[in-house]
């Protein structure tokens, strides 16, 4: 296998024939959204595409920034066929491939790589050139929610607020005016575009006049909670939310992702629904 860097018309034609990956991030509607440039990584074998690892691009001087996008949960690999089913041959191809990605990062100089991986990505073997964190997610599977009694008491405490589904625009002015202090303003740059991408997003309210927000992007096997804001003195509003979020994933048969997060705060919030930890992990490299 052998990696390269394209973009263009190339890349273009190059996508349409990788099918194999996790919506909304398959289309190239999403990435044309991104207000940011980006382009893609091409892995080969035997001279045919065979992966793409899309990164958004940012300059500084001589400097090349290639990065995940906050709007997307980790690394997004688009695939010619799926992934092999056995856990030797996954990982023997995994180990392959990630070796190519390493060793395309030797061979250029002046750039920054980073991003989260996806669980099935996370082959350490294959990552030693890589700085690798610990990282992860909260993940509810379908049939395993078995909310607490404690959990129940808070969602009671505000059932009988009226939940609305909202227009993204709506949803975005009232969330960029209540979000909280520790939300990156680049996530909030990058949502506005994206949310016009109607059918990707789940976008509820609570409350007439609105107490909370919360923002769910929706993908063929998983639901991500992405974003939220709430008034104050809303009370139990989000968990509201996150609570009726995880009911409609779950009778869509798609497992319930947090977005787990390592500050404590947020990671206590996200523990009271239960779940399992997925391990994922991020990797970053630095080439001179």
Known sequence: ?????????????????????????????????????????????????????????????????????????????????????????????????????????????LVYIAGALGPEWCYLPALTSFRVKGHGSFVLRVGEFSPSKELLRKVRQVEKVPLQTLLPEEAYEWWLAHRPPGVSTKLAAQLRPLLSLYEAWHIVGLGTPLQAVAFFLKGRNRVWYMTSAHAEGAGQSVTRLLYEAILLAHSQGKDFDFQGSTLPGVERFFRQFGGEWEVRYFISAWRF
């Open 1 to 109: 296998m052998k990696a390269r860097w394209i973009e263009g018309a190339e890349l273009a034609e190059i996508w349409e024939k990788l099918p194999y990956s996790e919506a909304p991030f398959d289309t190239w509607e999403w990435w044309e959204r991104l207000p940011m440039k980006w382009s893609a990584i091409c892995i080969e074998e035997s001279g045919a595409p065979i992966c793409l690892i899309p990164f958004a691009v940012r300059r500084l001087g001589l400097i090349r920034l290639y990065r995940q996008p906050l709007s997307v949960p980790w690394i997004p690999f688009r695939l010619a066929a799926p992934l092999p089913e056995t856990r030797a041959a996954k990982y023997s191809w995994l180990r392959r491939l990630l070796s190519s990605l390493v060793e395309w990062t030797r061979q250029e100089h």
